[in-house]
């Protein structure tokens, strides 16, 4: 069974930051890309930004420059690190990730249980 967990989420004021970690576990084959989704009260889940099981990062334009996606694939980890951040950053902050679990031939979407990023003075 494969299990993303996040950690690192928390109340931050304005203008701070703070960096977000997904751990994937379990019977893990390949790891394709990995993905942090945010979801605001009252809001559709949107994807922040992706990063290729090569390295390659693309982010959703209110992000961009504000926020890092990177990857360590040693340890089967995703991180977001965020700065400069804003009040419209308050969600909860999901990562998933496209996973062939070791012994299958088939990759499907696993889903971290999300943390809260709150920012507020």
């Known amino acids: 069974q494969v299990q993303l967990v996040e950690s690192g989420g928390g109340s931050v004021q304005p203008g701070g930051s703070l960096r977000l970690s997904c751990a994937a576990s379990g019977s893990i084959g390949t790891i394709y890309d990995m993905e942090w989704y945010r979801q605001a009260p009252g809001n559709k889940r949107e994807l922040v930004g992706t990063i290729t099981n090569g390295g390659g990062t693309k982010y959703t334009d209110s992000v961009k420059g504000r926020f890092t996606i990177s990857r360590d694939n040693g340890k089967n980890t995703v991180y977001l690190q965020m700065a400069s951040l804003k009040p419209e950053d308050t969600a909860v902050y999901y990562c998933?990730?496209?996973?062939?679990?070791?012994?299958?031939?088939?990759?499907?979407?696993?889903w971290g249980q999300g943390t809260q990023v709150t920012v507020s003075s």
């Open positions: 998933t990730a496209s996973i062939r679990a070791a012994g299958s031939f088939l990759r499907r979407d696993y």
